[in-house]
């Protein structure tokens, strides 16, 4: 299979009978185990439907090419984190900074537990990460982070936000990510998880005070 980056990653059709949900929901997660377990440069169409126990010709009446398949994965990991942001950050029942510090929280502990999976597809996001999809994908996230900075700084100018959003969420992204590289027990992820949020909170309170 010789799919190159950013090739089609859209699906082929929908599936619209349990039938045919059932068999995407089985090549997915055939997609999962051969990610995981043999990583992104031995990953391919033909591996996946024989994990998955189907036809390759099965596999293509959904997904063109793997970069569809890989968008796929990323584009619900991706849904994953969307909801939970807007979970977090839009619950206004709680101070600003109480949110963060809960998102925080919930994000490192989600990076450890899926450690595996998330550094596959970060190998794997050559395939996708210029396509128009995944641009879109992404755009939801910022949108959702803007509006908790518009409230958390409401005295700040939108350029100051704009930093901010940018800072919290590439420095919780990066940190995430390296940190969950190494197996962590659950009192490592807490002290992690809250001398990163203190950070943030700290940041944010002396943009404030500015």
């Known amino acids: 299979m010789t799919d190159h980056p950013t090739s ?23 997609a999962v185990q051969v990610l995981a377990k043999e990583g992104i440069q031995r990953f391919t169409t033909a ?26 994965l990323q584009s619900d990991e991706w849904r994953q984190t969307t909801a939970l942001l807007r979970s977090i950050l839009e619950d206004d029942r709680r101070p600003p900074l109480e949110r963060l510090r809960a998102l925080v929280h919930d994000f490192i502990r989600s990076e450890c537990e899926e450690a595996e999976m998330r550094v596959a597809l970060n190998d794997a996001a050559p395939y ?40 919290i969420t590439a420095t919780l992204s990066s940190g995430g990510k390296n940190f969950s590289e190494s197996p962590r027990s659950p009192e490592e992820i807490e002290t992690y998880a809250d001398a990163m949020a203190d950070m943030f909170c700290a940041y944010l309170r002396s943009l404030e005070h500015d």
């Not at 591996?47 to 796929?72: C, D, H, M, T």
């Open 128 to 167: 996708y990460r210029d396509a128009p999809e995944a641009k879109e994908a992404r755009a939801s996230e910022d949108d959702i982070v803007m509006v908790f900075m518009r409230e958390a700084l409401p005295t700040a100018s939108d350029a100051t936000r704009a930093l901010a959003a940018d800072l």
């Open 47 to 72: 591996r996946v439907a024989e994990k998955a126990g189907v036809s390759v010709g099965s596999l293509y009446q959904y997904f063109p090419n793997k970069a569809a398949i890989l968008f796929r």
């Open 8 to 30: 089609d990653i859209s699906l082929r059709k929908q599936p619209k009978q349990a039938r045919s949900t059932e068999l995407v929901s089985v090549i997915l997660e055939a």
